[in-house]
């Protein structure tokens, strides 16, 4: 398993943000492993690529896509899967709800299929215990809890998953990331505290667009 602990961070932008291109991507990527960061987690093929020509650290790389009548959307397919790992991933972030799946895929064969085909471990993105339970089962090497307050099982819970977290570090023996919600240094080092391997900020380090609309709101 790839040493990912401490801080990771995601560099993500909004679609029809000006940071949403690849360059800028990989500047943010070196940035945050400049400053000590361990790894970083990427959107998209075009993201990866750029961000791997300048950076060895580890990537936790995804692709998120939206096809109709279903709501798993973080690397829904194989095919996302093997076009992110051509793209330089080291790791395979999945959707590993327990949602309905397209094209009848199921979730143990996506696991399997990337371990088997690509060579690289599965990050599961869950949002439940049940769901960690199952992924961890089913061959995930390192489970997140990245969908809590995202899905419509969890949507009333407001991240990060602190209880959740706890749950896992005592249900589980694969390694644990926080992710979702992580909004300053001190929560970050609680999550550490309660066991979890590593934590993914996102927003709160390198999302511009989203701070910027946060503070206009609230100064009206």
């Avoid at 961070?9 to 000590?36: E, F, K, R, T």
């Avoid at 580890?58 to 692709?63: A, D, E, F, M, Q």
């Avoid at 339970?133 to 990245?146: I, M, P, R, S, Y």
Wanted: one cysteine or more; aromatic letters at 4%; proline letters at 7%.
């Amino acid at each position: 398993m790839l040493p990912l602990h401490g801080l990771i961070v995601s560099c993500q932008a909004p679609i029809d943000s000006p940071l949403h291109d690849p360059p800028i991507i990989a500047a943010m990527a070196q940035a945050a492993v400049n400053q000590g960061a361990t790894g970083v987690r990427l959107d998209t093929p075009a993201h990866i690529q750029a961000t791997r020509q300048c950076l060895k650290a580890p990537i936790i790389g995804l692709w998120k896509q939206q096809i109709p009548g279903f709501d798993v959307y973080i690397t829904p397919q194989f095919q996302h899967a093997e076009a992110i790992a051509q793209a330089g991933a080291d790791i395979i972030a999945i959707d590993a709800t327990l949602r309905a799946r397209p094209n009848g895929e199921t979730l143990e064969t996506l696991i399997s299929r990337i371990h088997q085909e690509l060579g690289l471990p599965v990050m599961a993105d869950i949002d439940t215990l049940e769901a960690a339970e199952n992924a961890e089962k089913l061959g995930a090497d390192v489970v997140g809890t990245t969908l809590f307050g995202y899905t419509q099982a969890t949507q009333h819970l407001t991240p990060p998953g602190l209880d959740l977290l706890r749950q896992m570090v005592e249900k589980l023996s694969v390694p644990i990331i926080c992710e979702g919600g992580i909004a300053s240094p001190q929560m970050a080092k609680q999550a550490l505290d309660f066991g979890a391997t590593a934590v993914v900020v996102g927003t709160d380090i390198t999302g511009i667009d989203l701070k910027v609309k946060a503070y206009q709101q609230a100064l009206g």
